[in-house]
């Protein structure tokens, strides 16, 4: 008996601290059990809830039927053009501004909508809404790199312009000379 | 062929800041700390009894801001338990989650055995508020007998033999967030692990020599020589292993001369060649490396021993925090596509600043010094602890 007396008092601190550490480990265990949301883990490493309702907001995205609704030219150049998969947005920026201007222009006659801005050269603008007849545009997807699909149409620029006997070659519209950007028959 | 960078849309904004430098940099030297204890606890390194309790302490305060800079990184700080509440099998950071906490309750557990005599002595001796701060240090067990030193001392050993393979998983496994990054050929390899934790290893040892240096002399004492000697025996060791296997992987990558080569050349030699060729390299590796030779000889002077260990400790500091620089920032230079270059955005006064980073790696240096106002860190060789048990 006094053996097991004298082994409390020598470890009483070690059982301490291990009530303590198990303590500290209940009570992160229970504050999982109310972190973790509903319907968490049923289809994988998030909330299933959460699809349904990001499914339900309002798409912030400007579609392309919302810019044919005005250019509705545009769509007739595109038709048969493999252009037609680009979205208007990826060369001509979002356009938040210029569709609400344009939605209220349609409603009062006096006010006018402003023409889109010429780009900056920098995907990553600000602008709302840009005409992109830059190069850059169209060498973003264009320019050949290792990898490209065998059907992608790919370019060497210096080649290219070389072949086709450009006469500005280090113009920013170079390539407009020749090609129209929404139809892509040359 | 091409006249303009081409780098893609998700290459263009570095998304790791310095912030992700710092991080793999505290935590090298939490785990470096750790094995100099280590050292003492389980291989008997009486030498470095000196520094033994230095060594746990220092690890404990920089393991405990080992994760600040990544939650100063997140933009919704607040979510991190997320990780470990909900963790994804499949994620790499949850599983850094757990392996931190088993490691920082191991820490924790030694740190407090290691130093409860004299935390049961400060309560038993104080009196009124200090008295009652140091009883609940003691978790209310404010009685020692010789038989619980013996347990204590015993399960030092234990949980300094855990902390080994902890410590190494901990760092390794920070290596292994890099190295899993099969698009980054900058990063992808499996030797990223093993780098890291030898580097870490070598930045922790020199962490210790340098403020062992400092504190002794700023407490008017002069630094055991055994101590930083075999200190910097062991620095130079790790820092030739830390040398050799970064200096081998390019030397792999460049003698394969795969797809990614070019765009790694360039890399290395524009863009990265000064923090890579002349901090990594030349001043933070080989000079240390001769400056390390003087620790192999008696026949030097020891003010000579001490200052070059000194100088090659501090220089190693800079060539670590240089070595996750490249590997950090230089993964990100590049855009995946090889083909262009971004730059690395970096600012004074921003929340991931370099101000913010400044302070980020002087918090651990304030608690050590709290740590040194509240348990004795720097008495020599106390009674009690290892010598006792053994």
Same mark, same amino acid.
């Given at each position: 008996?006094?053996?097991?007396?004298?082994?409390?008092?020598?470890?009483?601190?070690?059982?301490?601290?291990?009530?303590?550490?198990?303590?500290?480990?209940?009570?992160?265990?229970?504050?999982?059990?109310?972190?973790?949301?509903?319907?968490?883990?049923?289809?994988?490493?998030?909330?299933?809830?959460?699809?349904?309702?990001?499914?339900?907001?309002?798409?912030?995205?400007?579609?392309?039927?919302?810019?044919?609704?005005?250019?509705?030219?545009?769509?007739?150049?595109?038709?048969?053009?493999?252009?037609?998969?680009?979205?208007?947005?990826?060369?001509?920026?979002?356009?938040?501004?210029?569709?609400?201007?344009?939605?209220?222009?349609?409603?009062?006659?006096?006010?006018?909508?402003?023409?889109?801005?010429?780009?900056?050269?920098?995907?990553?603008?600000?602008?709302?809404?840009?005409?992109?007849?830059?190069?850059?545009?169209?060498?973003?997807?264009?320019?050949?790199?290792?990898?490209?699909?065998?059907?992608?149409?790919?370019?060497?620029?210096?080649?290219?312009?070389?072949?086709?006997?450009?006469?500005?070659?280090?113009?920013?519209?170079?390539?407009?000379?020749?090609?129209?950007?929404?139809?892509?028959?040359? | 062929?091409?006249?303009?960078?081409?780098?893609?849309?998700?290459?263009?904004?570095?998304?790791?800041?310095?912030?992700?430098?710092?991080?793999?940099?505290?935590?090298?030297?939490?785990?470096?700390?750790?094995?100099?204890?280590?050292?003492?606890?389980?291989?008997?390194?009486?030498?470095?009894?000196?520094?033994?309790?230095?060594?746990?302490?220092?690890?404990?305060?920089?393991?405990?801001?080992?994760?600040?800079?990544?939650?100063?990184?997140?933009?919704?700080?607040?979510?991190?338990?997320?990780?470990?509440?909900?963790?994804?099998?499949?994620?790499?950071?949850?599983?850094?989650?757990?392996?931190?906490?088993?490691?920082?309750?191991?820490?924790?557990?030694?740190?407090?055995?290691?130093?409860?005599?004299?935390?049961?002595?400060?309560?038993?001796?104080?009196?009124?508020?200090?008295?009652?701060?140091?009883?609940?240090?003691?978790?209310?067990?404010?009685?020692?007998?010789?038989?619980?030193?013996?347990?204590?001392?015993?399960?030092?050993?234990?949980?300094?033999?855990?902390?080994?393979?902890?410590?190494?998983?901990?760092?390794?496994?920070?290596?292994?967030?890099?190295?899993?990054?099969?698009?980054?050929?900058?990063?992808?390899?499996?030797?990223?692990?093993?780098?890291?934790?030898?580097?870490?290893?070598?930045?922790?040892?020199?962490?210790?020599?340098?403020?062992?240096?400092?504190?002794?002399?700023?407490?008017?004492?002069?630094?055991?020589?055994?101590?930083?000697?075999? !200190? $910097?025996?062991?620095?130079?060791?790790?820092? &030739? @292993?830390?040398? +050799? /296997?970064?200096? *081998?992987? =390019? #030397?792999?990558?460049?003698?394969?001369?795969?797809?990614?080569?070019?765009?790694?050349?360039?890399?290395?030699?524009?863009? !990265? $060649?000064?923090?890579?060729?002349?901090?990594? &390299? @030349?001043?933070? +590796? /080989?000079?240390? *490396?001769? =400056? #390390?030779?003087?620790?192999?000889?008696?026949?030097?002077?020891?003010?000579?021993?001490?200052?070059?260990?000194?100088?090659?400790?501090?220089?190693?500091?800079?060539?670590?925090?240089?070595?996750?620089?490249?590997?950090?920032?230089?993964?990100? #230079?590049?855009?995946?596509?090889?083909?262009?270059?971004?730059?690395?955005?970096?600012?004074?006064?921003?929340?991931?600043?370099?101000?913010?980073?400044?302070?980020?790696?002087?918090?651990?240096?304030?608690?050590?010094?709290?740590?040194?106002?509240?348990?004795?860190?720097?008495?020599?060789?106390?009674?009690?602890?290892?010598?006792?048990?053994?």
């Amino acid at each position: 008996m006094n053996r097991i007396v004298a082994l409390w008092r020598d470890t009483r601190h070690l059982w301490v601290l291990l009530i303590l550490v198990v303590g500290i480990g209940a009570v992160a265990l229970m504050a999982r059990a109310r972190m973790v949301p509903e319907s968490y883990g049923e289809t994988g490493p998030y909330r299933a809830r959460a699809r349904d309702e990001i499914a339900a907001k309002p798409s912030v995205l400007i579609a392309d039927a919302t810019c044919l609704e005005c250019h509705a030219d545009v769509g007739e150049e595109r038709a048969e053009s493999l252009h037609k998969a680009v979205r208007c947005f990826h060369c001509h920026g979002v356009g938040h501004e210029h569709v609400a201007l344009a939605r209220k222009a349609a409603e009062n006659p006096d006010l006018s909508v402003p023409p889109a801005a010429e780009w900056d050269g920098n995907f990553r603008t600000d602008i709302d809404l840009y005409v992109t007849e830059d190069r850059a545009t169209c060498l973003a997807c264009h320019q050949a790199v290792v990898g490209m699909p065998e059907d992608f149409k790919k370019i060497n620029v210096a080649e290219h312009l070389e072949n086709m006997g450009a006469s500005e070659t280090e113009s920013r519209e170079t390539c407009f000379e020749c090609h129209a950007g929404h139809d892509t028959a040359p | 062929m091409s006249e303009i960078p081409f780098v893609f849309p998700n290459d263009v904004h570095p998304p790791w800041s310095i912030m992700i430098v710092l991080y793999p940099y505290i935590t090298g030297l939490v785990a470096g700390a750790f094995v100099v204890s280590a050292l003492y606890h389980v291989f008997h390194r009486e030498a470095l009894k000196p520094v033994a309790r230095l060594a746990l302490v220092t690890s404990l305060c920089f393991c405990a801001f080992a994760t600040l800079p990544l939650l100063l990184h997140l933009h919704r700080p607040e979510r991190c338990f997320n990780v470990l509440v909900t963790p994804s099998v499949t994620s790499a950071i949850a599983g850094f989650g757990f392996i931190y906490s088993a490691y920082m309750l191991v820490l924790v557990v030694e740190v407090w055995l290691v130093f409860r005599p004299a935390i049961v002595e400060q309560a038993n001796s104080l009196t009124g508020a200090k008295a009652l701060f140091y009883r609940v240090l003691a978790l209310g067990v404010t009685d020692i007998t010789d038989r619980s030193r013996a347990i204590d001392s015993r399960l030092i050993r234990v949980l300094a033999i855990m902390g080994i393979p902890i410590a190494c998983v901990l760092h390794g496994y920070v290596g292994f967030l890099f190295g899993a990054v099969k698009a980054n050929p900058w990063w992808s390899t499996a030797l990223m692990p093993v780098i890291f934790l030898i580097s870490a290893i070598v930045s922790g040892i020199a962490a210790l020599i340098l403020l062992y240096q400092f504190i002794s002399w700023r407490r008017g004492e002069t630094a055991d020589r055994e101590c930083v000697g075999a !200190l $910097a025996r062991y620095l130079w060791m790790f820092l &030739v @292993l830390a040398a +050799s /296997l970064e200096g *081998l992987e =390019l #030397l792999q990558m460049a003698y394969e001369a795969g797809g990614e080569w070019p765009i790694l050349r360039a890399l290395l030699t524009e863009h !990265l $060649a000064v923090s890579y060729g002349l901090v990594q &390299v @030349l001043i933070g +590796s /080989l000079v240390p *490396l001769l =400056l #390390l030779l003087t620790s192999f000889t008696r026949r030097l002077p020891a003010r000579l021993v001490m200052f070059s260990s000194g100088l090659a400790s501090l220089l190693i500091l800079v060539q670590v925090f240089a070595m996750r620089w490249n590997v950090v920032v230089g993964g990100q #230079l590049f855009s995946k596509s090889f083909r262009g270059f971004v730059e690395f955005p970096l600012h004074w006064m921003s929340r991931e600043g370099l101000l913010a980073a400044a302070v980020i790696l002087t918090l651990p240096l304030a608690a050590l010094w709290v740590a040194g106002k509240i348990l004795p860190i720097w008495q020599p060789a106390e009674a009690g602890t290892l010598a006792d048990a053994r």
